[in-house]
T-cell receptor
């Protein structure tokens, strides 16, 4: 599975867009990029995932570069409640099996008032 | 919105005692997981379960641990003889597809004294 690299911490002003980068230069063709977050000791929360096209849902947008070696999670209007650790995970689905998610250290996003 | 429910939220047990952590996954989900997080550390995978059998397990998931889906709705994690180092938050998760959009419960804080 492809390794991911994320900055350890970032700050963002409340109301502004938060752009969280992730490098996954060894990603292979069938691997998806997943983003989760963990708000202070709560259970991790799924945010979004994508394969090669950009994706948007009610929580965030995911921009994947054309070569798929990096991606950016965008929270368009960050609020104080978005303060959390954000994890970028790369994984290939495999039918007939429940495969683990490997959580790294992630990026601690702090939204400042 | 459907959610994964874990009980109890906090359990204190004496070293050497058996504990059972309980989870009710989202009702139509097929893939089930246990993770743990020791205070201040990463979220670690323990075990995944699909089609009534273990799909994957980590090195942490040794003979002291077992999982069961006793009645088609509950998913349990048993620790036979707890150690001090088993103190952690334990998260249950479930997924409805072979992808990794897993939904996590709020966790059980296990304290071994």
């Amino acid at each position: 599975d492809a390794k991911t690299t994320q900055p350890p911490s970032m700050d963002c002003a409340e109301g502004r867009a938060a752009n969280l980068p992730c490098n996954h230069s060894t990603i292979s063709g069938n691997e998806y990029v997943y983003w989760y977050r963990q708000i202070h000791s709560q259970g991790p929360q799924y945010i979004i995932h994508g394969l090669k096209n950009n994706e948007t849902n009610e929580m965030a947008s995911l921009i994947i570069t054309e070569d798929r070696k990096s991606s950016t999670l965008i929270l368009p209007h960050a609020t104080l409640r978005d303060t959390a650790v954000y994890y970028c995970i790369v994984r290939a689905p495999r039918s007939g099996s429940a495969r683990q998610l490997t959580f790294g250290s992630g990026t601690q996003l702090t939204v400042l008032p | 919105e459907p959610e994964v429910t874990q009980t109890p939220s906090h359990q204190v047990t004496q070293m050497g005692q058996e504990v059972i952590l309980r989870c009710v996954p989202i009702s139509n989900h097929l893939y089930f997981y246990w993770y743990r997080q020791i205070l201040g550390q990463k979220v670690e995978f323990l075990v995944s379960f699909y089609n009534n059998e273990i799909s994957e397990k980590s090195e942490i998931f040794d003979d002291q641990f077992s999982v069961e889906r006793p009645d088609g709705s509950n998913f349990t994690l048993k620790i036979r003889s707890t150690k001090l180092e088993d103190s952690a938050m334990y998260f249950c998760a479930s997924s409805g597809s072979v992808g990794y959009e897993a939904f996590f419960g709020q966790g059980t804080r296990l304290t071994v004294v």
